[in-house]
Structures are given as structure tokens and as C-alpha cells.
């Protein structure tokens, strides 16, 4: 069964001035900051804080995701004075494909970070135009398991489509061997989301997963056994998800200015 709860028009615009601040009892257990050179490796050899694709499948959505040393392929990922530069670009080489970024907190065996009941936060400022499709997002690291045996969870902190400025919050439950056990999303009316910096947030507790834009709860649905699991850290410019990407900005860019996570 598939449930979809939905408000919309829920109108937010809040300064960029607020600062996150995590739960009472929580202590920063990581801290991307983009102060220096990116460490990303396009699989994970060698061994950086990043990889460029989804360590469970590689790619989805209508571009390629890039690492940053492959042949003849631009890397679309640049920090500048603290800030992450996601570039989709069209690539003349691939006849025009598209390319982009992800970046993941784990490698494909599950390397690197991940943690269970926390509070994670990201910083960003979306792209606008048809297409564009940026994300901030946590997966289950029991969906790295080969082979899987277990439900494993996806949820979605922030997901965004360049049509509208609607915010879509969801959680997922995958089955071991694909299509979905269960699945509930929000989807609500944001501004300023591509004009400037915003924070988005989620608190994974034993009874409630709530999210939060720019320190205001927007959203909250109750805990799956799956949400319990240690979860790591995505976010990605990807194209499409049932868009057209005729119309799409090229080149077209995600900002990212932190991500943090928090733990008891």
C-alpha cells in the first residue's frame, strides 16, 4: 500500500541568517565544510570522504554522474570560498548527454560514514529551471549488503524539482530485491529556495522522523524498524525524475555550503 500525504502551499521564507542548531544532547559527529580541496573519488580508490555515485546502484535520472578524474569528462564538482559548485553540463563529447554530480558519504562495501538516530543538516541553494532535480538524502547501509537479506530505507530531506519551488520530503522502504515495501511523502511550498541559502534538516528519533526548513518543523511521520538502521549521506544534482530536460539550463548549478550530521 502507498501512502502519500501531501500539503501544500505551506508558504516559508525565512532568512539565510539562521544558523542550525542540533537537539539537546547531540554532539557533531561530521563536519563537511568545503574550506579546502574536495576529497572525492569517483568509486572510492583511492580511499576520500566521497564518491560519486549512489553506492547501491551508480546512477539514476537523466545524467551521468562524474567523478573528478575521468577521461575527457569535465569534473562537475568546484569548491570556492566555502562553498560546493554541483555543475550539470551537457558534454560535447557524449553528443550532448548530460552530466553531474552526487556525492556519498560510503563507499559500495559501506566505507566511510554513516549513523543511526541522528540529525543531519545541509545548506543549500537550489537550481531553477525545468529538469533540475537536487536532492539532500540518507540511505539504509543494510541496502549495501551482498547479498541483501533485509528491508533497507531511503529518506528523503530534501527533494527538489526545478517545474515548481515545491519541497519533497519522503521515506522509503526498498525490499531486498527491489520495488518498494512502503512509502509516505510531503511535498510543501517553499520560497527563496533558489534565490538563496536555506537549511534543511531531519531528526531521526525511535518515535518520529522530522524535518525541518531553516530550523521550522515542516513535516514529521512516525519511525520505520528500517529508519533504525546506521544511515549515510547523499546529495546530488540530478536531471529529470519524470521532468522533461528539454528546457533545462545548461549549464545549470547546486550550491552547497555545508553538511553536518549530529548524534547522541
Known amino acids: 500500500m502507498r501512502l502519500i500525504l501531501v500539503s501544500i502551499a505551506i508558504s516559508i521564507a525565512v532568512s539565510q541568517s539562521i544558523h542550525g542548531t ?9 563536519d563537511e565544510e568545503f574550506n579546502g580541496p574536495l576529497s572525492v573519488s569517483t568509486w572510492g580508490t583511492p580511499p576520500a570522504k566521497w564518491i560519486a555515485h549512489t553506492p547501491y546502484a551508480g546512477d539514476f535520472g537523466s545524467a551521468w554522474f562524474t567523478g573528478p578524474n575521468e577521461p575527457n569528462a569535465p569534473s562537475p564538482f568546484s569548491v570556492n570560498n566555502g562553498i560546493l559548485t554541483i555543475k550539470a553540463y551537457q558534454d560535447p563529447n557524449r553528443k550532448n548527454h548530460w552530466r553531474s554530480g552526487l556525492l556519498s558519504s560510503v563507499d559500495t562495501h559501506g566505507r ?26 540518507l540511505c539504509g547501509l543494510n541496502g549495501l549488503d551482498k547479498p541483501r537479506t533485509t528491508n533497507w530505507a531511503e529518506i528523503d530531506v530534501l527533494e527538489g524539482y526545478g517545474v515548481n519551488s515545491t519541497s519533497h520530503q519522503n521515506v522509503h522502504v526498498w525490499k531486498p530485491k527491489g520495488g518498494e515495501f512502503s512509502s509516505v511523502g510531503n511535498a ?15 531528526l531521526v528519533a525511535k518515535d518520529y522522523i522530522r ?13 520505520t524498524p528500517e529508519d533504525l538502521e546506521p544511515l549515510y549521506i547523499m546529495v546530488n544534482l540530478a536531471l529529470g525524475g519524470g521532468w522533461p530536460i528539454d528546457q533545462t539550463p545548461n549549464p545549470s ?3 552547497v555550503h555545508y553538511i553536518r550530521a549530529y548524534a547522541l
Open 188 to 202: 510543501t511550498k517553499l520560497e527563496g529556495t533558489t534565490d538563496d541559502f536555506h537549511l534543511y534538516g531531519c
Open 253 to 255: 548549478y547546486l550550491y
Open 112 to 137: 566511510g560514514f554513516s549513523v543511526a538516530l541522528g540529525y543531519f543538516e545541509c545548506s543549500m541553494k537550489l537550481p531553477s529551471g525545468a529538469g533540475v532535480w537536487p536532492a539532500f538524502w
Open 211 to 223: 524535518f525541518y526548513f531553516d530550523g521550522q518543523q515542516i513535516w514529521q511521520t512516525a519511525t
Open 22 to 30: 542540533p537537539p539537546p544532547g547531540y554532539k557533531l559527529v561530521f
